[in-house]
């Protein structure tokens, strides 16, 4: 009813002359009312850069538990509340604020009545006395199952929500639906025709649940599942940053977690192991590859292996990865944001700044590193027992050659001093300029040749190469001398004749660190000398062949190659480290004056004199135990071959300016809480441990005096599985429904703090993750949640409950979901029966590498979409950071330097023109049209065959004809390319 002015004016007179009683004042609200008053009078002394006389009024614990005297707010009582008497003085000495006009009458009256109000003040995020007022916080107990007893308890707590919010459920999907999105749930590839028709047409009463079971007990189970792992760890196979350079070895960390979930590793085991899986379960594959999570992310080359620690750049690129290294552990298993606490106290959860810190020095050890191990069981353990036995009988042949030197003297203390002189390396003095380097060959028995030009035909006493001496990979001396090789001299530049000076092609040629190698030339003659390397030496998951120097000495002793031209097959031109003429400019690297050779004679002479000083019988010992420990030693070399490395956060023994903890023992580094987070303004000094507020576990890491600093991972990997530790379970358990659902129980499954969502079904998730706790089994969580009705529901809309629930938070159907980028390429390449289902290993590369000594490109346009080892699941793919693979990252595919919990879900056009010209799709689409061209006589028969392949069903008449028109039209390739692009293509259902 709407009313005149004049008679509501009239209304109000007549209230005032009769005596009405006047409304009631509204009440006080904190936010609209105090928190102004707060804010202007009192933040600037008593906020969060400042707290005068102890008291801080911007949260609520501090303020409500007052500061130096005593209880400034006493609920319920203005009159004992001291800081009415502060902002009522008349004391310049006392009255608050010290400086302006102080609060005015009306602002003194609002704060009384808060207070008598009881002070209602809104929880703030601050870090209240009692933490477990947050719900994420409290301990996890398995709550009571509402509803009838034989009801599924995923059905009763949801539908007792629902029943609370006044909506209904909807029905259970049909079949071909069901079966369908089990496939892609679990699995992530499409169910073949025969079993849609198979389980469509089933009468047993079990066939669903034996249907999880096998697609739970199938291998792509934990392709499937990894990949959504991967996404929250930020697993790359690229450095990221500036330079961006490929991991070869990070492969093991993927196949790990694929292996954990197909075996259904117990959950408590699975954390244990990727933060400290070599020190809880030594020996074993998976303690090692298990590692590759805390190597997961970016990964500053420049900033580490061009910047010494020394520096302060060096230093933020090592606080930044361990940064990284905490933040990627308590955010994956904990879903707590604690690197907010970097430079302050969290602003919203109870994180303390110096629990981040403690945090860090958990990792104060590490560093990102190749670390070789046996990935077989029995090599790992005949490898122990021969270092063994080897530490033994070394032991006993030092004892009884310490003997023998006290009898034998001078002599053989002057000949132990030559081969020790020998075999020293070279001094860290050594020119800039390296010498020669071969370019890169992915094969060992790739030949290399370098040759030298000495102007004219010349008589040559002898050849002498000299090693290189490098950093990289800690190779150090003789980087890049040739395991097998020989030295010619032609007056023939292309060398179809030659005199062979040297030829150690026969037998590997032992490592000669830094002593040159001589080949006595007799007085040959010739123009040209040539080194040509038929077994190149290791770098790093490459070979190359490298020398810092070839001399040619006539007679005289006079070097003929000095300054000469250089010519080589292939050659890595890196002024002023690398280039051909570095080969002859007489710059070298010193080193012993011995020569492989000569030092096997000076040994000899060692032993003969060992012998004649301990006696028949025990120099027949010492014989023995030689020949033991050479035999040990050949077998060792053997075994090798079989080892394998992989990319792991681990104790680095450092290379170049890079600085590992490795020379100290692994002695972690000393960890300080950073004022602001500033590496040049450290503080307190801190010891490793945990985050104080989360309850039932003991965050303090009662760790012995000297301990390792795998005992500090060890800590933290304990606390994380403590039963009692409430958030491990809850944040699991939320990331599991949430790939069933499209959404979490919890929205923001990193941050299960105070600024993330609170839980829709706050008893459901505590009842999945006592499961999971109790059980310690993934797959009887999947297995719980979709053999629920709330999973099988149909997810068409319902009038009613959108209106009240849009969102469908309540889950009052199935959440229509888009398949992830990866299921739809695997997909494609199921329909086009291309699929390669081969596990593990090495990934493809979908791209070319462009400049790979310096800053890869990865050029993705010249790849083969028609290249067959790139035709295995998306999950085996090698993934780049800086450089997305623009077909998957049209579909919202991963961004793998960040930390993705939660994929984004968008149409685009961009996504409908990748699906339809993407050269991947067009040369799957001819192999579709192939594979269905047999399954029919007729486009019609054909275009059946398609939907079936692709969506599981047959088409309409109206689809089917329509699909054959276009077939007849355009061609059958074109019209399997429509097939490909449809909506019902690239959803779940």
């Not at 000299?466 to 890049?480: K, L, Q, V």
């Not at 001399?551 to 050659?571: Q, Y």
């Not at 490795?662 to 307190?684: E, F, N, Q, W, Y």
């Not at 595919?893 to 023109?913: G, H, I, Y």
Request: overall charge positive; glycine content about 8%; proline content about 6%.
């Amino acid at each position: 009813m709407h009313l005149s002015l004049p008679f509501a004016l009239g209304i109000v007179l007549l209230a005032v002359r009769t005596g009405a009683p006047a409304a009631p004042p509204e009440p006080v609200v904190f936010e609209r009312d105090v928190k102004p008053i707060f804010a202007k009078h009192c933040a600037s002394c008593h906020g969060a850069e400042k707290q005068k006389g102890g008291f801080r009024l911007d949260r609520k614990a501090d303020a409500l538990a007052g500061g130096d005297s005593g209880k400034a707010i006493q609920p319920g009582k203005s009159a004992d509340s001291h800081i009415l008497k502060l902002v009522t003085s008349t004391d310049a000495d006392t009255r608050m604020p010290p400086k302006g006009a102080g609060l005015s009458a009306a602002e003194v009256a609002v704060l009384k009545r808060w207070i008598d109000d009881g002070a209602k003040w809104p929880d703030d995020g601050s870090a209240a006395a009692n933490p477990l007022d947050w719900w994420s916080l409290r301990p996890l107990k398995r709550p009571a199952v509402p509803g009838a007893e034989k009801e599924h308890p995923v059905d009763a707590f949801v539908r007792a929500k629902l029943r609370e919010k006044g909506l209904a459920p909807s029905p259970e999907a049909d079949r071909r639906t069901l079966i369908r999105r089990l496939y892609f749930d679990l699995i992530g590839l499409p169910p073949a025709p025969e079993e849609v028709d198979a389980f469509v047409a089933s009468t047993a009463p079990d066939v669903y649940e034996r249907l999880v079971d096998k697609l739970l007990a199938s291998p792509q189970y934990g392709e499937r599942w990894a990949r959504h792992w991967l996404d929250v760890v930020h697993f790359g196979e690229t450095h990221g940053y500036d330079k961006d350079k490929p991991r070869p070895n990070a492969w093991p960390y993927r196949d790990y977690v694929i292996r954990a979930l197909n075996t259904d590793k117990p959950y408590g085991r699975f954390v244990t192991e990727q933060v400290a899986g070599d020190v809880l379960y030594p020996g074993t594959v998976d303690g090692i590859e298990a590692l590759g999570f805390l190597a997961a992310g970016p990964w500053d080359l420049i900033g580490h292996a061009e910047v010494p620690e020394s520096k302060v750049d060096g230093k933020i690129a090592r606080h930044l990865d361990r940064d990284d290294m905490v933040a990627n552990t308590v955010g994956t298993f904990m879903g707590l944001t604690v690197h907010c606490a970097q430079c302050h106290n969290h602003k919203f959860d109870p994180i303390t700044q110096e629990d981040y810190y403690k945090l860090q020095a958990v990792f104060a050890a590490l560093d990102r590193t190749d670390r070789a191990y046996d990935a077989d069981p029995k090599v790992a353990t005949r490898r122990a027992e021969l270092e063994g036995r080897k530490k033994a009988a070394t032991a006993t042949r030092a004892a009884l050659e310490t003997a023998a030197r006290n009898k034998a003297g001078a002599d053989l203390a002057a000949i132990e001093k030559q081969i020790a002189d020998a075999a020293r390396p070279a001094p860290a003095s050594k020119p800039p300029e390296f010498g020669y380097h071969s370019a890169i060959a992915t094969k060992q028995d790739a030949v290399k040749w370098v040759q030298v030009d000495l102007g004219a035909s010349q008589k040559l006493d002898r050849v002498v190469l000299r090693p290189c001496h490098d950093d990289f990979n800690g190779i150090g001396a003789g980087f890049g001398f040739p395991v097998r090789f020989r030295i010619e001299l032609s007056d023939d530049p292309a060398f179809n004749t030659s005199t062979v000076l040297a030829d150690e092609t026969g037998k590997d040629f032992p490592p000669p660190g830094m002593a040159p190698y001589r080949a006595t030339a007799g007085a040959r003659t010739g123009r040209y000398v040539r080194v040509t390397a038929t077994k190149l030496a290791p770098r790093q998951n490459d070979y190359v062949l490298a020398l810092a120097e070839l001399e040619a000495f006539d007679a005289a002793g006079k070097n003929l190659a000095r300054g000469r031209p250089v010519t080589a097959l292939d050659s890595t031109e890196a002024p002023v480290r690398w280039r051909k003429s570095n080969l002859t400019d007489g710059l070298a690297a010193p080193g012993p004056a011995f020569n492989a050779g000569e030092r096997a004679r000076l040994a000899e002479r060692r032993d003969t004199l060992l012998r004649a000083a301990l006696g028949e019988k025990e120099a027949a010992r010492l014989g023995e135990l030689g020949a033991d420990i050479a035999a040990i030693d050949a077998e060792l070399g053997a075994l090798r071959a079989a080892r394998r490395v992989a990319y792991v956060g681990a104790v680095h023994t450092g290379s170049g300016t890079f600085v590992g903890t490795g020379a100290s023992g692994g002695k972690p580094r000393p960890i300080h809480v950073l004022a602001r987070g500033d590496v040049t303004k450290p503080g307190k000094e801190v010891a490793p441990g945990a985050i104080g507020a989360v309850p039932g576990a003991n965050a303090h890491f009662a760790l012995p005096t000297g301990h390792g600093e795998g005992e500090r991972r060890a800590a933290l990997a304990r606390w994380l599985t403590d039963a009692n530790n409430p958030l491990t379970w809850r944040v699991m358990a939320n990331r599991v429904w949430q790939y069933h659902f499209g959404r979490g129980i919890v929205d923001t499954p990193n941050d299960f703090g105070k600024m993330g969502q609170l839980p829709t079904h706050s008893e459901l998730l505590d009842y999945l993750a006592s499961e999971l706790r109790e059980h310690q089994s993934l797959k009887k969580l999947h297995k719980l949640i979709v053999t629920s009705q709330t999973y099988k529901q149909v997810s068409g809309s319902n009038e009613a409950n959108t209106k009240a629930d849009a969102d469908n938070r309540y889950l009052w159907r199935q959440n229509r979901r888009k398949l992830e980028a990866e299921a739809v390429r695997d997909s494609i390449l199921a329909a086009a029966g291309k699929l390669d289902l081969t596990a593990g290993g090495p990934s493809f590369q979908d791209f070319v590498i462009e400049k790979p000594e310096h800053s890869p490109h990865y050029q993705y346009h010249l790849h083969d979409p028609e290249d067959t080892k790139t035709h295995r699941r998306a999950v085996y793919r090698f993934v780049v950071r800086s450089k997305q693979q623009p077909f998957m990252a049209a579909l919202d595919c991963a961004d793998p330097s960040l930390a993705v919990e939660k994929r984004n879900e968008t149409l685009t056009p961009q996504q409908a023109l990748a699906l339809l010209n993407n050269r991947l799709s067009v040369a799957m689409a001819k192999h579709f049209a192939a594979r269905v061209e047999k399954l029919g006589a007729t486009d019609a028969e054909r275009m059946t065959a398609a939907f079936r392949l692709a969506l599981g069903r047959a088409p309409t008449a109206a689809e089917r004809d329509a699909l054959a028109g276009y077939a007849k039209e355009h061609g059958l390739a074109n019209a399997c390319r429509v097939v490909l692009n449809l909506n019902e293509f690239v959803f779940v259902d």
